[in-house]
């Protein structure tokens, strides 16, 4: 069976994008800074769905292990889903260069540096998929939380253009934008149930669209509308709002 590996395996989101991989009967690398939190998990997958599940260490800000990390993997993956992401504190961030360099460089350049590597691999072998998690943040960007959304914004564009350079590769990229998703990273923040997702939905919505090699989706799908009208709104408003 194909294998894949899933960077930021910790997370909410990432559990249950493991979970239905596994349902699958896929092969999981799970991968994270402490991998001895993800053996439960492992354990599970094994036990419950009787795949193979292996876990890793892996440091997104360490960017010079990611070369080392990729090649030290027991068997190269077949599709790489990208969702660690740091969600952090934008007022914080503003006056904090500690904490905007993490939103930052969590969201973007840790991404992209390990997204390198196994683009360089893939292109090589000409077969593979990657997968990046991204945000509707990064459609627009609003003064709560401009600097998670502007790192997202860079890594949606960086995602396209991986995708156009792959395509002549025979590998296919696919974007991810979530809306509101019930996690522990949102579990601080007061969000509309009818508009909000669970983990679980956004696992099932990645799998189907990577299924159908779909290019970009939204999840919930009519994120993909609400963000249309707020990118529609003319600046000389949108900038007098308050969202």
Known sequence: MPTVLILGAGSDMA??????YASAGYTLQLAARNPAQLHALEQDLRIRHQVAATSHAFDALNFDS?????????AQPDLVICVFGYLGDQEKGQSDWQEASRILHTNYTGAVSILNVAAEAMAARKNGMIIGISSVAGDRGRM???????AKAGFTAYLSG????????????????????DTQMTQHLTLPPLLTAKPAEVANDIFKAAGKKKNAIYTKWFWRYIML????IPEFMFKKLKL
Request: hydrophobic share 45%.
């Open 15 to 20: 559990v249950a994008i493991a979970r239905r």
């Open 66 to 74: 990611h070369l080392s990390f990729y090649q030290s993997l027991p």
């Open 144 to 150: 709560s939380n401009y600097l998670y959304g502007s």
């Open 162 to 181: 991986l995708r156009n350079r792959l395509f002549h590769a025979g590998v296919h990229v696919m974007t991810v934008q979530p809306g509101f998703v």
């Open 229 to 232: 009208i707020i990118k529609s």
